[in-house]
Nanobody, 119 residues
Framework: QVQLVESGGGSVHTGGSLTLSCTAS????????TTWYRQVLGNQRELVAT???????YYGDSVKGRFTISGDLAERYVNLQLNNLKPEDTAIYYC?????????????WGQGTQVTVSS
């Protein structure tokens, strides 16, 4: 069973917007926090934004003021609103949820969604 499903990636021009979504399967519960990462092939993974069960949020310096993370971890979904996109935002975006299933506590990862920003 696919445990995290991401959607919403695509291709936009500089200044455009996208909304990414991450939804966990029904067998995942007790999600403590969710983080979006991004990675360009050959580069290190970069933390984009985090949201906790209590609603606290954190953003990487390169996206502050442009991206917004939101969601309901009890309902197993998180969104990432990407505004004022720049070519350097081009990457594969991954969602990670710290939660549990019947086997125990794990970091669950999505398959990634491509975001491409052209000038």
């Amino acid at each position: 069973q696919v445990q995290l499903v991401e959607s919403g990636g695509g291709s936009v021009h500089t200044g455009g917007s996208l909304t990414l979504s991450c939804t966990a399967s029904d067998d995942i519960f007790n999600i403590i926090e969710t983080t979006w990462y991004r990675q360009v092939l050959g580069n290190q993974r970069e933390l984009v934004a985090t949201i906790t069960r209590g609603g606290s949020t954190y953003y990487g310096d390169s996206v502050k003021g442009r991206f917004t993370i939101s969601g309901d971890l009890a309902e197993r979904y998180v969104n990432l609103q990407l505004n004022n996109l720049k070519p350097e935002d081009t990457a594969i975006y991954y969602c990670k949820m710290n939660g549990s299933n019947w086997l125990g506590a794990y970091d669950f990862w999505g398959q990634g969604t491509q975001v491409t920003v052209s000038s």
